[in-house]
């Protein structure tokens, strides 16, 4: 069956734009996790989805937002866009039962210049 | 809050040869899960291994194994027979277990290990 799709894999923006990324996750998982990672901070977890509400969140500003939809699709959000914000995004998927395994995209890479 | 240490920047190891990773960890919580993943220079996450605290034998898969001593809090990643495409970052992780996380679920991050297997 098909990974986790993430969409798109590269895209370059200004300072003060905003961006939307997206993630479809395995077919029959619920669960959606993005993560930001970047060469000084390592990974970073940004928000859980699931089931359409938010579950957890990390501690990032309030500039970063997420939503599921009812297929499980998530879109993360990111407004007025810093240079700090060139990253790594990575979405996963976990399967609701048991395992407790992450299956992750290939990431969106965004250059903020 | 828990943590994970990699102290291990980079590595290199000879085709066909064994390496190990090491990684160490702190928690107060008796049971989680532990996750060993690698990310090859196309960026894709994958899931290596996994380990569930309480289980005391140590997981495997294929020519990867772990060394999990709870007690030290020490779970380090042996690759037997190092090939080429073993090339990556590898990644130490926690996460609490399913009936102590609640809502929780998130995987925390060492900051990597570089490894370089060499024809």
């Known amino acids: 069956k098909a990974g986790v799709t993430q969409t798109p894999r590269y895209l370059i923006k200004t300072r003060g734009q905003q961006v939307t990324l997206s993630c479809s996750p395995i077919?029959?998982?619920?669960?959606v996790s993005w993560y930001q990672q970047t060469p000084g901070q390592g990974l970073q977890f940004l928000f859980e989805?699931?089931?359409?509400?938010?579950?957890n969140k990390g501690n990032f500003p309030g500039r970063f937002s997420g939503r599921q939809f009812s297929n499980s699709r998530s879109e993360m959000n990111v407004s007025t866009l810093e240079l700090g914000d060139s990253a790594l995004y990575l979405c996963?998927?976990?399967?609701?039962?048991?395992?407790?395994?992450?299956?992750f995209g290939a990431g969106s890479r965004l250059t903020v210049l | 809050a828990q943590t994970v240490t990699q102290s291990q920047p980079e590595m290199s190891v000879q085709e066909a040869e064994t390496v190990t990773l090491s990684c160490t960890y702190d928690?107060?919580?008796?049971?989680?899960?532990l996750f060993w993943y690698k990310q090859p220079p196309s960026r894709q996450m994958i899931l290596v291994i996994r380990?569930?605290?309480?289980k005391q034998q140590n997981a495997t898969e294929n020519r990867f194994s772990v060394n999990f001593q709870k007690a030290a809090k020490s779970f380090s990643l042996k690759i037997s027979d190092s090939q080429l495409g073993d090339t990556a970052m590898y990644f130490c992780?926690?996460?609490?277990?399913?009936?102590?996380?609640?809502?929780?679920?998130?995987?925390?991050w060492g900051l990597g290990t570089s490894l370089a297997v060499n024809p």
């Open positions: 989805y699931f089931s359409e509400t938010q579950r």
């Open positions: 077919s029959g998982h619920r669960s």
């Open positions: 996963a998927s976990r399967s609701s039962s048991g395992a407790n395994v992450l299956t």
């Open positions: 380990q569930e605290a309480y």
């Open positions: 992780a926690f996460m609490k277990h399913l009936l102590n996380a609640g809502n929780n679920r998130k995987l925390i």
């Open positions: 928690t107060s919580e008796s049971n989680y899960y």
